[in-house]
């Protein structure tokens, strides 16, 4: 008897060995996982080169890791598992009151001098102004729903970074850290941040576009200006890498002008361009992640152009924040051309030349900013 009950975790593992193969084996397989919104990786070619080298082994292994049996499961299992050993979160993610999911901060090796230096440089090849718009961290801003052990945010000491070199070289910089923690504080319904998203939400991007406003001594539209429409059940990227699938979606917003606009949208990825006549791509509010309703996501370049409007012209230099932030900037400009680094590999200055725009903008969330790596080929 004691025999076998010293053979019985052996049994009980290789029992959930063989189980996990043969589910393995007849599980039908995806390529996109919805929770974790991203491509799943395929099965790789058995070559004898990628055999000899061990990146046939390397892909095998994340083919395996990715449609492992019952996967989201798993991943959820680890990621409460964390809490109740004394964890604040799970991969890069804090568990925050109010059902927030709050990215942990940067670490001390980020670029932001880098990226910094590699903004200056692009000013010194073109002929307008230009201004640079951060935004701040949810951490930073929303510090009353992290939990009580947590890392620091280093806004305060990236933002001074960036503002000194910046206006050493006559770039402007627009400093959001005093309106939006104003603005947090406000009880008035309305938050700055996306409980499972990275993004600030559409009430956050429009604080934002009445602050540069302000710095451009332009008029912002007024609030009053749109209807604005809720939509429920959005979950968010950070959601999708946390592993807590029992958090609450959020709502978005969607704030359309109620002035009589013709806005065109022109798409461009290489040498093919398509034209849309909204800036609201409302196919993506079936999907679990709805924020690509605001210009059908990312793509290299993007110009919306509004008749209403019939004069200025401005070139953003962005990652994904400026997608909510753009409808607003066209309200004020006739033209908005949006640049991604990541897809858009042609000359910007030149860009600037060719498109005789009036201002350039550049537009980060400082996390992005802080470890982007295609900056340095702004050029």
Known sequence: MRKKLLLAPMAVFLC????MTALFIVTPKTNYSSLEKRYLEDFPEAKLKAIADGTFEKGFEDYLADHFPLRNMWVGINAYSNLLVGNNGNDGVYKCSDNYLINQPVGDDNRVETNTSAL??????????????????????????LPSVHREYKDDEIFNTMKTQLSKSGIDFVDLRARFKTAAAATDGNSLYYMTDHHWTTYGAYTAYVQLMKSLAMS????????????????????????????KPDTIELWESKKSDKVSVEITEGDESKTYDSMYFKKHLEEDDKYPVFL???????????????????????????????????????TVTLVDLRYY???????????????????YGIDNFATDTDLVWLS
Do not use: Q
Not at 16 to 19: E, K, Q, W
Not at 220 to 247: L, M, Q
């Open 345 to 363: 590999k042609n000359s910007v200055s030149e860009l600037v030349k060719t498109g005789k725009y009036d201002r350039v903008l550049a537009v």
């Open 120 to 145: 200056i440089s692009f000013k010194e090849n073109i002929d307008v102004p230009m201004t640079v718009m951060t935004a701040p961290s949810t951490g930073y801003i929303m510090a009353d729903k």
């Open 16 to 19: 959930f060995v063989f189980l």
């Open 220 to 247: 912002p539209a007024k609030k009053s200006d749109f209807n604005i429409t809720s939509y429920k059940d959005f979950y968010g990227t950070t959601y999708s890498t946390s592993g807590f699938w029992f958090n």
């Open 296 to 334: 059908d996501g990312n793509h290299a370049l993007e110009t919306i152009t509004n008749d209403r409007v019939k004069k200025g012209s401005v070139l953003v230099i962005k990652d994904s924040f400026s997608h909510c932030l753009a409808p607003f900037l066209a309200e004020n400009f006739h």
